[in-house]
């Protein structure tokens, strides 16, 4: 008898897709004698339905609570130093010399980075007094951060006395994400690796208020990955879009971006993430497998 060809097997069913949350988190941050608010987008990475961070309050309750990070540049338009100087310079005796590696970045007067060099390289004849031999022009600054990118100086025109002086004894402090549990894990921070160093140093990379030239134009961390992300504008940031976001996994909570912390997206499955979000929590949520 003759026989019936066999169908074809049924094709692949595509990987089931999964829904997680993200909030856009404010963080209490010190400012002065008072505290402010400053936001990154979180993503419930170990999926407990919760924002794993310092802070008892998503939206911010004035008060700096648990355990703080010192020395991230989480406002860059608004950091807190200890002491500023007309005269003196890194490595004298009023001002503590740059740390092994640190680098030198250098930004216009409309805050684009215009060069980076090493500390060790600054001309010494000149590293002492003015500019350090930097040819910052009007409305010119330099930035100083240390070979984990934590800011340690700034070299720029005071608003006050509209003279250029160095300042230096970084005081920034502001809540974060807890560090991991070793057998839950804990959530990463959506972030965007502008300057492609590596390593996330301030709030220009984070998903927040801070615009990539540090000015605060956002009201909050979805409407800045709209901006840059959502190509579309169909409220989701899926496909070819994702490119160049990345996940903060900082896993020991200290704000320095160490090896390994820094993941793609697809190391966790996500596809999408959605750009619409509720006032009320400031929730929002992701696509994953």
Known sequence: ??????????????????????WDVFFDAKDGTKT?????IVLDLNGNGRADITGSNIKGNGKLEGK?????????SNRQWTTKSEMHRPGGKVVPALPKGTKVEV????????????????DKSKANSGDMGLGLGKG???EFRDANGK????????????????????VNENEWTKAWDKKKGGDGMLVWDVDGDKKITSGKELFGHVDVDGKNRFANGYEKLSKYFDKDGN????GKELKGLKIWEDRNGDGVTQKG?????????????NTRFKSKDMSSSYTHE
């Open 261 to 273: 912390e820094l993941v793609s997206l697809a190391s966790h499955g996500i596809s999408s993430l």
């Open 235 to 238: 409220g989701r940031v899926e």
């Open 1 to 22: 008898l003759p026989t019936c060809p066999s169908e074809p097997p049924p094709p692949p069913r595509p990987p089931e897709q999964k829904k997680g949350k993200m």
């Open 107 to 122: 930004f216009d007067a409309k805050g684009k980075k215009v060069k980076t060099l090493d500390a060790s390289a600054l």
């Open 68 to 76: 703080t990070v010192k020395g991230f540049d989480l406002d860059p």
């Open 140 to 142: 010119m600054r330099a």
């Open 36 to 40: 402010q608010q400053r936001s990154p």
């Open 151 to 170: 800011l340690v100086g700034e070299l720029k025109t005071d608003a006050q006395k509209n003279k250029l002086m160095y300042h230096f004894g970084n």
